[in-house]
């Protein structure tokens, strides 16, 4: 299964059911970074040098980052969805379809709601 770097913002429950999924999920916390307004372009840096994917909800700057450098382990960006065990199937979904993570960019969105008339 996927090696994941789990971002700052990113919540507990999601990273659990990953885990419970079979992946092997590090976050920031864990890594003793948290609460140290660690610059983007470092956590990127670390994920990659850990050979690990980066997740985040942190959209904007991790696209950003994605557009200039090129080189890196891989990077999820998502949507927050309050249904954290949704939102990890979807990453699972997304990380057992995509074959070749180096330099990839890969956005997973929450589903639209649908209204019954």
Known sequence: MAKLYANENFPLPVVEELRRLGHDVVTIRETG??????????????ASEN?????SF?????IQLHQK????????????????IALA????????FTTQWEGQLVRINRPEKTTVP
């Not at 050979?51 to 997740?55: D, G, Q």
């Open 33 to 46: 970074d948290s609460n140290k307004a660690m610059p983007d372009a470092f956590i990127l840096k670390y």
């Open 51 to 55: 050979a690990r994917i980066l997740l």
């Open 58 to 62: 942190n959209r904007k700057h991790f």
């Open 69 to 84: 450098h090129q080189k890196h382990h891989g990077i999820i960006v998502c949507s927050f969805d309050r249904d954290f």
């Open 89 to 96: 199937k979807r990453i699972h979904e997304q990380l057992t």
